[in-house]
Nanobody, 124 residues
Framework: QVQLVESGGGLVQAGGSLRLSCAAS????????MGWFRQAPGKEREFVAA????????RYADSVKGRFTTSRDNAGNMVYLQMNSLKPEDTAVYYC?????????????????WGQGTQITVSS
């Protein structure tokens, strides 16, 4: 079992930046693809970003490409999401997730463990 806890959410003005952290416990995340998803009110949970086991590979949703960067620290069992140039449409609850898949996965169903989420609100 992997327990995930996100932190770093909050209220920010459009154009601002935030850094989310995801702390894992219970098991090393070094063999897990780690992903970030978000869910806005009344919408489906959607893929945001993911990073491979080693951190050498990443993938991003088109809506955040060039603005968001995900990274990981396997020794510290941590994953990060740096969010720059935030827009009001980025407002959502952001979730960290772990997948046992061997390649980067973008589908929610490929992820085995989820955090409780952290709220990001971007004001215009």
């Amino acid at each position: 079992q992997v327990q995930l806890v996100e932190s770093g959410g909050g209220l920010v003005q459009a154009g601002g930046s935030l850094r989310l952290s995801c702390a894992a416990s219970g098991h090393s995340i070094s063999n897990y693809v780690m992903g970030w998803f978000r869910q806005a009110p009344g919408k489906e949970r959607e893929f945001v970003a993911a990073i491979s086991w080693s951190g050498g590979g990443t993938r991003y949703a088109d809506s955040v490409k060039g603005r968001f960067t995900t990274s990981r620290d396997n020794a510290g069992n941590m994953v990060y999401l740096q969010m720059n140039s935030l827009k009001p449409e980025d407002t959502a609850v952001y979730y960290c997730a772990a997948s046992g898949a061997r390649i980067i996965a973008t589908m929610k169903s490929r992820y085995d463990y989820w955090g409780q989420g952290t709220q990001i609100t971007v004001s215009s």
